[in-house]
Nanobody
């Protein structure tokens, strides 16, 4: 399974950005897909996940109400729509795939290369 994240960039605080993750190599619909981020000098943290079948979602408290994760199975793509961005959202955002995952990074077997999101104040 290969994952490719793209769509990052520079945005002002309060703005919006959508990052995408294209999954290839196996049946896309067979995996849960999540987003993580790593800010400079900080550990990687969970952001959001969308699960296969039920399409249920979970979010980190820090992004609830601002970020929305969704998936398009026909396009093998997962989106993370980020609204009301804050400078503390600045990080490299990674998408990852696995089965029966939680918010723990170790649950995910496959990782993409990351895309940089920078929010200016």
């Amino acid at each position: 399974v290969q994952l490719q994240a793209f769509g990052g960039g520079l945005v002002q605080a309060g703005g919006s950005l959508r990052v995408s993750c294209v999954v290839s190599g196996r049946t896309f619909s067979g995996y849960d897909v999540g987003w993580f981020r790593r800010a400079p000098g900080k550990e990687r943290e969970f952001v959001a996940v969308v699960r296969l079948g039920s399409e249920t979602t979970d979010y980190a408290d820090s992004v609830k109400g601002r970020f929305t994760i969704s998936r398009d199975n026909a396009k093998n793509t997962v989106f993370l729509q980020m609204n009301s961005l804050k400078p503390e959202d600045t990080a490299v955002y990674y998408c990852a795939a696995g089965v029966l995952v939680t918010s723990r990074g170790t649950d995910y077997a496959y990782w993409g290369q990351g895309t940089q999101v920078t929010v200016s104040s």
